[in-house]
């Protein structure tokens, strides 16, 4: 069952142009920045009380969010849904006759289960689901 809003991901070219730039504005210390080289990423979080921003830079040529960049430049590129049985809802979704971009959960770059919905979902949005 859908919890909430989980995170808000934004992809980036400098994820530490972007970092920098964001606690300057708002007066914040500087998050880690974690590599995920199985996946050719770098992610860092910001908690914003129950809702967080999830900073992504894409170090391939060629992934998801590589094309995004190119195609629009830094900004929103999806939104995460939380759930406490992402298989189930997976299920549901596609019962519905919504495409999924991940047919089952697979380990994201958090390291948590997840699954995007494909962009007829939401009118060309990107919707991730993830265990909490």
Not at 50 to 58: A, K, N, R, T, Y
Not at 99 to 114: A, C
Not at 119 to 128: K, S, V
Request: overall charge negative; charged content about 25%; aromatic content about 4%.
């Amino acid at each position: 069952m859908i919890k909430g809003v989980g995170h808000i991901g934004l992809g980036v070219k400098d994820i530490h142009a972007s970092l920098e730039a964001f606690a300057r504005t708002f007066n914040v210390p500087v998050p880690e920045v974690k590599e995920v080289p199985e996946k050719q990423m770098k992610v860092a979080l910001v908690q914003l009380g129950p809702i967080s921003l999830e900073f992504l830079q894409d170090d391939s040529e060629n992934g998801m969010l590589a094309k995004f960049i190119r195609e629009k430049g830094d900004g929103i590129h999806h939104f995460c849904v939380d759930t406490d049985d992402i298989d189930g809802d997976v299920e549901v979704i596609k019962s519905r006759g919504v495409e999924m971009m991940h047919q089952e959960p697979v380990i994201g770059v958090r390291g948590k289960r997840i699954a995007f919905m494909g962009a007829n979902a939401l009118t060309g949005i990107p919707i991730e689901m993830s265990e909490p």
